[in-house]
């Protein structure tokens, strides 16, 4: 598999790697890239993408044979409903974006000539921004791919499935429901518990919590170096089932703060019990050893 020209709307971390990733595999001739701002030319600096991509802000018709959509969700959105027009004919256009269903949704208003396959790699860093972008982030990440309507036989998608597996991922086909149910379980309460972990704890402002930490709570707080500007568009076009999944997290422990208020260690112990269980299971599933893995 290989295109002629491979375009990168959102040169960041992701769009970024992505880029990398696929030069790296031989799949591109020329890749271009496009965001506006300082940053898509240090990354034509770097090397990153091989020129800047033109032809949105001149309003003239992109070549690209494949468009990758690393911007925010609600940037991805615009460029769906605005600029399909501007897409060659025959183009496959795909994305990264962390909510599914908003963005399968606009890409209903793209030319009938084009292909989208909606997509989400389970890969990423609290840090941001082209400079950390690697070819290696993808390996043996979960790739979430959503047909959109087309045949998992269909060209575009055998393309698209062969492309993640030719840059590491493990592609899984889900739809764009079941895919928001999931990550706003493993990727978007978990945020969000690790923000308010974070303010509960460094906001009492007490000295000794600074100094009496240890490797588990910075593995637990890590992810609320997040950034505002990466989680708003999520948090908008996923709420319900964040909402859903942060009432189940809030149940555990609030289950967890009565049996401790009470005095009821064994049920405490219980609660310890079932989620050693799960926890094991879980590493068992994904071959990993359950005691040396810290939380992504």
Not at 92 to 100: E, F, H, L, N, Y
Not at 260 to 285: M, Q, W
Request: glycine share 12%.
């Amino acid at each position: 598999m290989r295109f002629e020209q491979v375009t990168v709307v959102g040169v960041g971390l992701i769009g970024g790697s992505f880029a990398l990733a696929v030069r790296q595999a031989g799949m591109a001739t020329r890749i271009t890239g496009w965001n506006g701002g300082a940053s898509i030319d240090a990354a034509r600096r770097s090397g990153v993408i091989d020129a800047v991509e033109e032809s949105f802000a001149q309003g003239r018709r992109c070549e690209a044979d494949l468009v990758y959509l690393a911007a925010p969700v609600g940037g991805i959105i615009e460029f769906l409903r605005t600029r399909g027009s501007q897409l060659k004919p025959g183009a496959i256009v795909t994305d990264a974006g962390s909510s599914k269903r908003e963005i399968c949704r606009a890409a209903k208003s793209l030319p009938p000539e084009l292909a989208f396959i909606g997509g989400h790699p389970m890969a990423g860093s609290h840090n941001a921004g082209v400079e950390v972008a690697t070819a290696e982030l993808f390996h043996g990440a979960a790739y979430a791919l959503v047909t959109n309507g087309l045949g998992e036989e269909s060209g575009a998608v055998r393309a698209i499935e062969e492309i993640v597996r030719g840059i590491g991922g493990r592609p899984i086909f889900i739809s764009a429901e079941e895919h928001d149910r999931a990550v706003a379980r493993t990727s978007q309460a978990p945020q969000l518990v690790s923000t308010a972990l974070a303010l509960a704890i460094f906001g009492t402002g007490d000295d000794e919590v600074f100094e009496l930490t240890g490797g588990g709570l910075k593995d637990m707080t890590r992810l609320a170096e997040s950034r505002w500007s990466v989680w708003e568009d999520v948090c908008r076009t996923n709420s319900d089932e964040i909402a859903a999944a942060l009432d189940e997290s809030i149940a555990e422990m609030e289950a967890a703060r009565k049996a401790i208020s009470t005095g009821d260690f064994g049920g405490l112990r219980d609660i310890f019990r079932a989620a050693n269980e799960l926890v094991t299971r879980f590493h068992a599933r994904r071959g990993e050893n359950a005691s040396s893995t810290t939380t992504r």
